[in-house]
């Protein structure tokens, strides 16, 4: 028959405290063998650390509890590195790769292997590649403008004349408005066809670093549309 809890069905309360300390009296104190939950008094449990094989004594309800046992947090650390990360992982689901320029084996996730079409194990990997195979140089770049960066100003392409332009646009970016004396900086001066020779005033404006970046964005995708057309 179980052994009842001689203290069941009395609340902890300030009234009941003389009734617990007579109960205790009257049945003996709820230590050892006296506790109804008393399991034979083996509260130590002997096992071996699963990284390094270390003997070592766990206290036997923390050892049923737990899934892993160890002798130290470094022996954990290093448990858990070793086959819960990467591709070790029970929930890893990535993308596993041969670089392509060393064909080291390598993973990474399925949202960022779909994003580009050659894929590396490092920077220096990449920089290599592209230029082995002269990967997105000059005409290999959807950006590619046929070269016209390579090429210099005329003669009249002065401070004194992009000043001029300046002056002429009131100091102001002709696509937002913003004064330059808001930005922090003079305002770039754009061609408007992209001919750097075309120095007329009228193919000339004034532009701040954002909208003259978005300009030259805008040109970059008009010409890869173009070239996509071709194809």
Same mark, same amino acid.
Request: aromatic fraction near 10%; charge should be positive; include cysteine.
């Given at each position: 028959? #179980? +052994?009842?809890?001689?203290?069941?069905?009395?609340? +902890?309360? /300030?009234?009941?405290?003389? /009734?617990?300390?007579?109960?205790?009296?009257?049945?003996?104190?709820?230590?050892?063998?006296?506790?109804? +939950? &008393?399991?034979?008094?083996?509260?130590?449990?002997?096992?071996?650390?699963?990284?390094?094989?270390?003997? /070592?004594? &766990?206290?036997?309800?923390?050892?049923?509890?737990?899934?892993?046992?160890? @002798?130290?947090? $470094?022996?954990?650390?290093?448990?858990?590195?070793?086959?819960?990360?990467?591709?070790?992982?029970?929930?890893?689901?990535?993308?596993?790769?041969?670089? =392509?320029?060393?064909?080291?084996?390598?993973?990474?996730?399925?949202?960022?292997? !779909?994003?580009?079409?050659?894929?590396?194990?490092? %920077? $220096?990997?990449?920089?290599?590649?592209?230029? =082995?195979?002269? %990967? @997105?140089?000059?005409?290999?770049?959807?950006? &590619?403008?046929?070269? !016209?960066?390579?090429?210099?100003?005329?003669?009249? &392409?002065?401070? #004194?004349?992009?000043?001029? *332009?300046?002056? %002429?646009?009131?100091?102001?970016?002709?696509?937002? #408005? *913003?004064? $330059?004396?808001?930005?922090?900086?003079?305002? !770039?001066?754009?061609?408007? =066809?992209? !001919? +750097?020779?075309?120095?007329?005033?009228?193919?000339?404006?004034?532009?701040?670093?954002?909208?003259?970046?978005?300009?030259?964005?805008?040109?970059? %995708?008009?010409? #890869?549309?173009?070239?996509?057309?071709?194809?």
């Amino acid at each position: 028959m #179980k +052994k009842e809890h001689p203290l069941k069905g009395i609340k +902890k309360s /300030k009234e009941s405290i003389a /009734k617990r300390i007579k109960t205790i009296k009257e049945n003996g104190s709820l230590t050892g063998s006296n506790n109804p +939950k &008393w399991k034979g008094g083996i509260s130590k449990i002997t096992g071996y650390c699963e990284y390094c094989g270390k003997e /070592k004594i &766990w206290d036997a309800y923390g050892y049923k509890n737990s899934k892993h046992h160890f @002798c130290s947090r $470094e022996c954990k650390i290093k448990f858990y590195q070793k086959n819960y990360t990467g591709v070790n992982h029970i929930a890893f689901k990535g993308v596993i790769y041969c670089c =392509d320029n060393c064909q080291k084996e390598c993973y990474t996730s399925q949202s960022e292997y !779909n994003r580009y079409k050659f894929h590396f194990c490092s %920077r $220096e990997c990449d920089n290599q590649h592209r230029i =082995d195979f002269g %990967r @997105c140089a000059l005409e290999n770049n959807n950006r &590619w403008e046929g070269g !016209n960066s390579f090429k210099g100003y005329p003669f009249g &392409w002065t401070e #004194k004349f992009k000043e001029h *332009i300046r002056s %002429r646009d009131n100091n102001t970016c002709q696509d937002c #408005k *913003i004064a $330059e004396i808001e930005t922090g900086e003079k305002l !770039n001066v754009h061609h408007i =066809d992209c !001919n +750097k020779d075309n120095l007329d005033e009228n193919n000339l404006i004034s532009l701040c670093r954002n909208c003259h970046m978005i300009r030259h964005n805008e040109i970059r %995708r008009l010409n #890869k549309q173009k070239l996509e057309d071709k194809i």
